[in-house]
């Protein structure tokens, strides 16, 4: 946060050129969309990046199998998932998120901002509940990933947002808009969506953090009326957390698990009307559930799992006053 700060005045000419070659640009359709988006995330990371200047040295004390060892790794740089490539495959492979310090949980694609202790967590561990619900905020993440990818361009999606994980509800989900007042999704199609974050899955699909200024995220986020709506309330002390997975990117505050590989077993089995928004749109809750890859289940224990997300997830709504449930779509989500 501080390092974002002292690179407000460069950012602002950044922004000044962001803005110029915005109104060079005809947003005409959802992949035009996408793109445009991706261009404003690469330009920023790319920013960010050779702001980082003189390269300091910092420790990094490693706590964990095979033993602990002290890494020199880069400030501002290095990543926890660097630090795994360090130590084995296995690490790399099977890592979820890190723990800083033993309190912070952080991204495995994040880099250090000082030195500190790691830990790196996978959904073995003996307290894997920070790991369960990166997991479950990642799922969900994907999930409007997938639901941005396939719909046709003829079917007008706007993602709304995704409540913060709670697995003791028994699904994931994201809530969205669609011009039909009547468009509830059938199971060939819920399959057709589960196959989709599957796909994701194969591509092993790195989760990348990036915090920008909220004109940034305004501007990248302006042609998601809803997503726009919500930056105020989001934006702390005039940033933005957001996400990239592939092409597609969204807002949270993370953590994130490392990658899409992390997903195995998934089913995206119900989506339930909300309400109508106006005489053509109407929201939409879909749900899934989903285990990590390392995980096995055998398939009568996981149909119980998948038939607890034919019940509607209780999660707040979009249609509910955002401080009912504290704020929960402007905190962890």
Same mark, same amino acid.
Not at 6 to 24: D, E, V
């Given at each position: 946060?501080?390092?974002?700060?002292?690179?407000?005045?460069?950012?602002?000419?950044?922004?000044?050129?962001?803005?110029?070659?915005?109104?060079?640009?005809w947003?005409?359709?959802r992949?035009?969309?996408r793109?445009y988006q991706?261009?404003?995330?690469d330009?920023?990371?790319?920013?960010?990046?050779?702001?980082?200047?003189?390269?300091?040295?910092?420790?990094?004390?490693?706590?964990?199998?095979?033993?602990?060892?002290?890494?020199?790794?880069?400030k501002n740089?290095?990543?926890?998932y660097?630090?795994a490539?360090?130590?084995?495959?296995?690490h790399?492979?099977?890592?979820?998120i890190?723990?800083?310090d033993?309190?912070?949980?952080?991204?495995?694609?994040?880099?250090?901002?000082?030195?500190c202790?790691?830990?790196?967590?996978n959904?073995?561990?003996?307290e894997?509940?920070?790991?369960n619900?990166a997991f479950?905020?990642?799922?969900?993440?994907?999930?409007g990933a997938?639901?941005? /990818?396939?719909?046709?361009?003829?079917?007008? +999606? !706007?993602?709304?947002?995704? @409540?913060?994980?709670? #697995?003791?509800?028994?699904s994931?989900?994201?809530?969205?808009s669609?011009n039909?007042?009547?468009?509830?999704?059938n199971?060939?199609e819920?399959?057709?969506i589960?196959?989709e974050?599957?796909?994701?899955?194969?591509?092993?699909l790195?989760?990348?953090r990036?915090?920008v200024?909220?004109?940034?995220?305004?501007?990248i986020?302006?042609?998601?009326?809803?997503?726009?709506?919500?930056?105020?309330?989001?934006?702390?002390?005039?940033s933005v957390?957001?996400y990239?997975?592939?092409?597609?990117?969204?807002?949270?505050?993370?953590?994130?698990?490392?990658?899409t590989?992390l997903?195995?077993?998934?089913?995206?089995?119900?989506?339930?009307k909300?309400a109508?928004? /106006?005489?053509?749109?109407?929201?939409?809750? +879909? !749900?899934?559930?989903?285990? @990590?890859?390392?995980? #096995?289940?055998?398939?009568?224990?996981?149909?119980?799992l998948?038939?607890?997300?034919k019940?509607?997830?209780?999660?707040?709504?979009?249609?509910?006053p955002?401080?009912?449930y504290?704020?929960?779509y402007?905190?962890?989500?």
């Open positions: 946060m501080n390092s974002l700060r002292r690179s407000l005045p460069r950012l602002t000419s950044n922004l000044q050129n962001i803005c110029k070659f915005s109104q060079q640009r947003i005409s359709n992949d035009d969309v793109k991706n261009e404003l995330f330009l920023e990371k790319k920013r960010q990046h050779d702001a980082v200047g003189r390269i300091e040295k910092i420790e990094v004390r490693y706590l964990g199998l095979p033993e602990d060892t002290t890494l020199i790794m880069n740089l290095s990543t926890p660097n630090c490539q360090h130590l084995s495959d296995i790399c492979n099977r890592s979820a890190a723990l800083i033993g309190v912070v949980p952080w991204d495995m694609h994040r880099p250090f901002e000082d030195s202790t790691l830990q790196l967590l959904f073995t561990v003996a894997p509940y920070l790991a619900r479950w905020r990642s799922c969900s993440f994907m999930l997938a639901l941005s /990818n396939v719909f046709k361009d003829t079917v007008d +999606v !706007q993602l709304h947002s995704f @409540p913060s994980p709670n #697995v003791k509800s028994g994931f989900v994201y809530d969205i669609l039909h007042q009547d468009c509830t999704p199971k060939e819920l399959r057709t589960s196959a974050m599957v796909k994701m899955a194969a591509k092993d790195k989760f990348e990036l915090e200024v909220h004109d940034l995220a305004f501007e986020f302006k042609n998601c009326p809803f997503k726009r709506e919500q930056l105020p309330s989001i934006s702390r002390d005039g957390i957001i990239r997975v592939g092409d597609h990117i969204d807002i949270s505050r993370g953590p994130m698990m490392g990658s590989a997903l195995g077993r998934c089913t995206i089995g119900a989506a339930f909300i109508d928004i /106006n005489s053509t749109d109407s929201f939409y809750r +879909v !749900q899934g559930v989903a285990l @990590p890859k390392e995980i #096995v289940m055998n398939h009568y224990a996981f149909s119980i998948e038939n607890r997300i019940e509607m997830n209780p999660a707040r709504l979009p249609t509910e955002a401080d009912k504290e704020r929960r402007g905190k962890l989500a």
